[in-house]
């Protein structure tokens, strides 16, 4: 490929067991020579999902099995958070511990960024500020989640006290993705079908887990996929150029993405796995 600078170091937190379009994101980060994977990490998900014990760790087993088929040189561990809500007490975990040890880590080859990037709920990111406080001015966090007007957004209402706990700390700078721009971020599932079928073991992978989805009977799937758990690609393995924000003056940068560019996230993803393959 043409040579690209890495930009950042990521840390990735999702609930890799509910809907897949956080693997999709994964595979794009893992894919992204402009931002290095120093940490994975996987939360709980809702019971609409199923029976919330091991979710965390079955999300875990999914997201390592899709880091070992696309081949990376140095695939890191995925370490599992609690499958209950944040408590508001100091609660030890591999997960929390993982996100704690990449904060602190010296970044090799260079002073790069970190950047958070969470797509999910904030457990294990506020298990891991209320252990160590002091990362909070080490990383930036991405977070795909809440909503401008409120309502039902699943990220922020799967563990609300997370969210609050996270967002109420003024140390830490977050770039926010709304539930009103990350749902625009949508595929045809007909696009979708001819990419996986067609772009090697990885795609495969991931048609597989698409086509044998378990979801509960009220679910019924439409002509578009929503994929916004890959709108933070913009500020990790992309660029913001085509994207606005708007921001709050605060102690710590906080930014809102108003909008992401969809083309470029699903242009780029699309031709990487297929490199790739």
């Known amino acids: 490929m043409i040579r690209v600078e890495p930009r950042c170091r990521v840390i990735i937190d999702n609930d890799w067991a509910g809907d897949p379009d956080g693997l999709v994101g994964l595979a794009h980060h893992a894919l992204s020579p402009a931002n290095r994977i120093v940490a994975v990490t996987a939360s709980l998900t809702k019971p609409m999902f199923g029976p919330p014990e091991g979710r965390a760790v079955a999300g875990a087993a999914l997201a390592e099995d899709l880091l070992r088929v696309l081949k990376l040189p140095a695939p890191p561990a995925v370490q599992a958070g609690p499958d209950a809500p944040f408590t508001g007490q100091p609660r030890e975990s591999a997960a929390a511990r993982a996100i704690i040890a990449a904060a602190a880590a010296e970044p090799a080859g260079g002073d790069l960024p970190l950047v958070l990037v969470c797509a999910g709920p904030l457990t294990n990111v506020a298990d891991a500020l209320l252990l160590e406080p002091a990362i909070a001015s080490a990383v ?94 913009v500020v990790t393995g992309l660029d913001d150029a085509t994207s606005t924000f708007t921001e709050k003056s605060t102690q710590s940068e906080r930014r809102t993405y108003t909008s992401v560019d969809t083309r470029l996230i699903m242009a780029d993803f699309a031709a990487k796995l297929r490199l790739q393959a």
Do not use: M
């Open 140 to 233: 930036t966090l991405a977070w795909v989640g809440g909503a401008e007007v409120n309502g039902d957004e699943y990220n922020y209402f799967t563990d609300p006290a997370a969210a609050d706990f996270v967002l109420g700390n003024n140390d830490l700078a977050v770039w926010q993705f709304p539930a009103e721009t990350y749902r625009r971020i949508v595929a045809p599932v007909a696009e979708l079908d001819q990419l996986f079928r067609t772009a090697g073991p990885a795609g495969a992978w991931l048609w597989e887990l698409f086509h044998g989805l378990d979801v509960p009977d009220f679910v019924k799937f439409g002509p578009l996929w929503c994929l916004g758990d890959s709108a933070p690609l």
